[in-house]
């Protein structure tokens, strides 16, 4: 895993252009891994339109993932929907070409950390959890196992489609 005082971040992109400023959001989000009360709150907002804009994912995304990861699996009580719903969107966008390759020097840590997401679903099983959390465990657990295409369905899901999909509603939806 990169650390976060590595000046490799200097180098790395994201939306925005060098990545030098997501190493201090990610150790204020290590500061605060509860849940957060809207999707405005920092870093998490500031960590999505760098790492994942508009489902595009970027060279500074893979070396986040590992943080976000262990990030959650320290966590003392419930966290965020964001450590499973941002790395899942990051493979997402790997796995469907809207993303570079990986760097050789974070391949390892990214690969090991996707897996771990199965691990850190677990870890949350005793905590309640709402419906973006359960859709965002899903579709970690999802592209943990390679399911790319369920995942990006998961994680579009939202209380409109899930209701339409109950009512049978698929004329002209797709």
């Not at 204020?28 to 009360?37: C, D, I, M, N, V």
């Not at 893979?62 to 790395?87: E, R």
């Not at 005793?126 to 965002?136: E, F, N």
Request: aromatic content about 8%; some cysteine.
């Amino acid at each position: 895993m990169l650390s976060l005082d590595d000046p490799y971040w200097n180098d790395l992109q994201h939306a925005y252009g060098d990545a030098g400023d997501v190493p201090a959001l990610l150790r204020t989000l290590a500061s605060s891994p509860g849940p957060r009360a809207t999707d405005q709150d920092e870093p998490w907002f500031s960590l999505w339109s760098n790492l994942c804009h508009q489902g595009d994912a970027y060279t500074a995304s893979y070396a986040a993932v590992p943080h976000l990861v262990k990030i959650a699996s320290h966590a003392a009580g419930p966290v965020d929907c964001g450590f499973f719903q941002l790395p899942a969107a990051i493979e997402v966008a790997r796995r469907t070409g809207r993303g570079p390759g990986i760097p050789a020097a974070l391949v390892n840590a990214y690969r090991l950390s996707i897996e771990r997401l199965m691990e850190i679903v677990s870890l949350q099983r005793h905590h309640a959890w709402d419906q973006p959390m359960l859709l965002s465990a899903a579709a970690a657990q999802a592209v943990a196992k390679g399911h790319i295409d369920v995942a990006e369905a998961l994680l579009n899901l939202d209380t409109d489609w899930i209701s339409r999909i109950n009512r049978g509603e698929f004329d002209g939806a797709f």
